[in-house]
């Protein structure tokens, strides 16, 4: 499967830098899942579990707050609070 770069912060630190292959976030407007090529966006996340799925059958849950996501053609950035 194609990756994509993501990135995830904190406000005190980095979280996850690397090359994903699926990223699943809890939206405002209802769960979503980022995979490489993705649409331009920026949205505001709710409490939920943010799902990453990396290479070599790489899988981590992280329970989030809230925060912020940007995906532009060349990187996935996400703002979370814990």
């Given amino acids: 499967m194609t990756t994509f ?3 995830i912060y904190a406000l005190d630190r980095e979280i996850f830098w690397g090359e994903a292959e699926a990223l ?8 979503i899942q980022i995979l490489a090529d993705h649409t331009p966006l920026v949205a ?3 409490e939920g ?4 799925e990396g290479e070599n ?3 981590q849950t ?3 707050a809230g925060g ?3 995906v532009t053609p060349q990187e996935v950035v996400v703002l979370v609070n814990f």
Avoid: A, Y
Avoid at 49 to 52: Q, V
């Fill in 57 to 59: 059958n790489f899988h």
């Fill in 44 to 46: 505001l996340l709710k």
């Fill in 62 to 64: 992280l329970p989030i």
């Fill in 24 to 31: 699943t976030l809890p939206t405002q407007d209802g769960e």
């Fill in 68 to 70: 912020v996501v940007e």
């Fill in 5 to 7: 770069s993501l990135s």
């Fill in 49 to 52: 579990d943010m799902k990453i």
